[in-house]
Each structure stands twice: as C-alpha cells, then as structure tokens.
C-alpha cells in the first residue's frame, strides 16, 4: 500500500516573500522595480494551493530596460580582467552560502521540493558552480601563435558574444539560472534572464546576491514575464547576440524560429526520456534503488530522469515486483516536513497531465503501483503517487512523451543489441543509464547509446567539472564545466605581417599594378 504521506508543520516562518520582494520581481540595473504590462500573476506554494506572493508581469518594455542596462553593462565587464570577473565571483560564492538557508526555503516554497532536496541538493550544487566558473573564468585561453603563413603570425582570440538573453524552467529554477548566468558572465557577457512566471524568486535572490558581492549593476538582469509576451520579445530583441533556453523541445522549436529572425546564437536544452538499461548480471538491488531515486528525483521533474526501464528477461519480473515495493515505501508530504521524501508537482495542472498519461495507458499496460493522487490531509495540494507500469509498447504514448511526474515504465528485453536499439528508440538523447558488472557490457553502452551523458551502474548525479547536454531533440549546445564557455564566446582569428618593410603588396601579388 502507497504511503499516505507526512504530516503538515506549522506554515508560519517559511519564507516571507512578500516582504522581501515587496518593490516587484523585475531586477534590472541592480534595482527592483514592478513590471509594466498591467497583469499580475501569483507564485502559488503546490504542496496546498496557497498564493504566497503577486507580482505584476513584465511588458516588452521591461524586456527592453533590462536588454539596455545589459548592453550599458557590457564593455565595461568584458573589458575586466579575468582575475577581476574571478575575484566577482568567488565572492558571489560567498554571499550564496551566507544566504543558502533563505534559497533552500524559497525554492521549496515555490517548487514544492522537499526542503531536504533543496538544502542538500540544489543549493550547494549552485554555490558549486559559481566556485567552479569563479576560477574557470581565468582560463579563457584563446590558441598560442604561430607562422602558419610565410611571414605572418597567427592567433586566436576567445571573446565574450555581448548580451545573453536566457530563458529557465520551473522544474530547477534556481540551478538554471546559475547554469546560465555563471559561464555567461564568467566570459565577459551581460545577461537578461526570464525565469518561469511560476518560479521567480529564486533568480531574484540570486541577481541580489550577484550585486550584493560587487558585481556592476546591469550585468545580471531579470525580467519576469510569461513566454509569449516577455520570452518571445527577448528572443528576437536585436540587441540581444545570443539565447539559451532550456524547456520543452515544443517551445525550443519556437524559440529557434524566433532567433533565425535576427541570425543570433543559439544554446538549447530541450527535453528527454532516459533509457535505464538493466542487464541480466546486474544487481538486481542496487538497479531497483538506483530506478526509483532516478525516477522520482523532484518528482520526475527532470529532463534526465529515468523514465524508461529496460530489463533484460532474466530479471524482469523481479525488477517490477521489487521496484514497486521500493515505490511504496516512498513518503509524500509537505515538503517543510523532515520526513519528507515527495513533494507536490509544480501545479495542479501538471498532475492532471501525469494523471492523463496514466489514465490512458490502463487500456494497453499494467499499472502496477501507484496511478492516483492521494487522498486525505494531501488532496489539496499538487501530489500524484509514485507510479510504476509494466508491458507497455515501445510505440506507446508513456515510452515514447515525455511525462515529466513521478512515473516509471518497464519494458523487457532479450538480446544486448536489442536493449541498445531499444534505448535509442525515441527522438530525445539527454541522458541514459546502463546496469551491468561486466566492463564489456558498460563500454559497449556508452559507446552506442546516443545521449550526452550515460552513467553506468548509477542514474541523476551531475557536477561542476563536466558538460552537461543532449542529442537529437534534446537540444544542442552544453551547460557546466569548461566547455559551456564554447556557448558563450567567440572566436576572432588576428593574423599580421611580421616583415619589417612592405615588399609586395597582397593587391599587387593579386591584381598586378593598377
């Protein structure tokens, strides 16, 4: 029997967001100020449905302050040293660890993550990162000179694009907005960043933060509106030289045809559906803990989730028998509760899509456990129960959509060549995972299995020093690590003659005496 979940503590002293962002949700210029576009919308707290804070949205106008103060801001930060933009950051990292207790509690609120997750998780996985780019920012080496052409010297130049205009999700909203402001302004960039109109408080603490430890005002921006009136504008601004977007591929598609209009660079993170390929000499109890923490991590919220399992039919039926036991021991509640191991899902719409996915699957699978929302002191908020189902197709809705919701699918295999095949047989290649104890095997997995990261005998941890991206239609372009400077800068070939008197003019070796 499913876990009913957690008792409620007391509301009082969670975070007091109205009164910390009491003159509005739009950070341009070091400054908090009201949006313009006459609408306001609620952050609502999904673990009951209460409005905790209103905010007025951003106009285009807003859009175009904030893209203003960016550009302002640019010549003189990409003009700053590396060891001065460095210095910026590592006390950027400083002031988010002062103030990790107040993320930790506002992510929560507004995410419905258990405050555990957050505290242990998304938080220090943000101070990370701004550690990490904080010394990665000294090593924006461009290549070493050379003659490559008779008398001339060559080299290459790695410099900043100019302003960034990035779009995060709600799923990870204060670790997307570090994953895409930190490269950005650790290579010189300005960035204005449009959060999800759900989750907006997070990225205000955190451009608070970033003018807090002496970065110059209009370097970190912050514009919160709704995709279509704000994101749209942002994406197609002229003075913006780049967007990164991270969201469903549907919406990614639309952000790429809005970008071709003023020929700008682009970094998409679109969606996914994780293969978890078990073979028949994995271990059976490390691979079913290792399929519910990958599955139900901030309630399958999580483009890189495990989604789909594949066992091999020597262990299939015990995967699916122990796997759902593991699911029902899983504790729902209020994510302010220490017992807590679930939250909510972001809304109550996004449940009542999960539902539809489980719904539908009952006439061509098996749900084995879960398949409901619960019931009792939980049926106001946002939760859906951990849900597992067996025997579904591979053509199936729930094997090849995206759900995004505490939902596992599993389906059997027989040959290693047809696991594989299988795990590459949907149109996203984020992440995957691979379960076996023979080296062989796991280097085979890594090699053909097409997704940007394959984890072997593990599934979810990510960090700092590593690229993190996808394949297919789960986007292009990384995040984290060294390589995301690759997104957020460009190259510049200077070549000049080396000889000290001009003996023959290129036009003259061209055209001849004109």
């Known amino acids: 029997m499913q876990n009913p979940g957690t008792a409620t503590p007391e509301r009082s002293g969670r975070f007091p967001a109205q009164e910390r962002f009491a003159d509005g949700a739009q950070y341009i210029a070091g400054r908090l100020g009201k949006g313009t576009s006459g609408r306001t919308h609620a952050v609502v707290d999904p673990s009951c449905g209460e ?33 001065e933009r460095s210095d910026a950051l590592h006390r950027f990292a400083a002031v988010l660890a002062e103030r990790a207790e107040d993320f930790a509690r506002a992510e929560s609120l507004q995410c419905g993550k258990p405050l555990k997750l957050t505290r242990e998780f998304d938080v220090p996985g943000t101070i990370d990162n701004t550690a990490f780019f904080a010394g990665a ?44 402001i930190l490269p950005a302004i650790a290579a010189g960039n300005t960035v204005v960043l449009k959060p999800a109109e759900l989750t907006p408080l997070t990225s205000l603490l955190f451009a608070q933060a970033a003018t807090d430890a002496g970065i110059p005002d209009g370097v970190v921006n912050i514009v919160t509106g709704t995709g279509r009136e704000a994101g749209e504008h942002l994406v197609g601004h002229p003075d913006v030289a780049m967007t990164s977007f991270t969201g469903s591929t549907a919406v990614g598609r639309r952000v790429a045809e809005i970008a071709t209009g003023t020929v700008k660079r682009l970094h998409l993170e679109l969606g996914g559906k994780a293969p978890f390929v078990v073979f028949d000499d994995a271990d059976l109890e490390a691979a079913a803990n290792g399929a519910v923490a990958g599955a139900l991590i901030n309630t399958g919220q999580d483009c890189t989730a495990a989604t789909r399992a594949y066992v091999q039919r020597p262990l299939y039926e015990a995967f699916v028998e122990r796997t759902a036991a593991l699911m029902e021991t899983v504790r729902l509640g209020d994510p302010f509760a220490p017992g807590t191991d679930l939250g909510p899902l972001i809304s109550h719409v996004q449940r009542d899509r999960v539902a539809g996915f489980v719904d539908r699957a009952r006439a061509y699978a098996r749900v084995v456990t879960g398949g409901e929302a619960p019931r009792g002191e939980l049926e106001s908020g946002a939760y859906y129960l951990p849900t597992l189902i067996a025997d579904a197709a591979q053509d199936s809705e729930v094997v090849q959509s995206e759900i995004f919701g505490p939902v596992l699918v599993v389906l059997p295999f027989d040959s290693d ?46 960090i700092s020093e590593m690229p993190h991206g996808g394949y297919k239609a789960s986007g292009f372009g990384k995040d984290m690590s060294a390589y995301s400077f690759e997104e957020y800068t460009q190259l510049k070939h200077v070549m000049f003659d080396n000889t000290a008197v001009v003996r023959k003019p290129w036009h003259r070796t061209i055209f001849g005496d004109c």
């Open 51 to 83: 409005e905790v804070y209103t905010y007025e949205l951003a106009s285009p106008d807003d859009v175009d302050e904030a893209v203003a103060a960016a550009r302002a801001a640019f010549p003189g930060w990409a003009g700053a040293t590396p060891g």
């Open 417 to 462: 060549d047809e696991g594989i095949r299988l795990a590459n047989d949907t149109p996203y290649g984020l992440a995957a995972s691979a379960w076996s104890q023979d080296v062989y095997r796991a280097n085979r997995a890594t090699r053909e299995i097409r997704a940007g990261c394959v984890w072997i005998n593990d599934h979810i941890p990510i």
């Open 137 to 180: 920012a000294r090593h924006l080496a461009g290549q070493s000179a050379g003659e490559y052409s008779g008398d001339h010297t060559s080299y290459v130049r790695r410099e900043p694009i100019g302003v960034v205009g990035s779009i995060a999700p709600w799923n990870y909203p204060l670790q997307m907005a570090a994953w895409k």
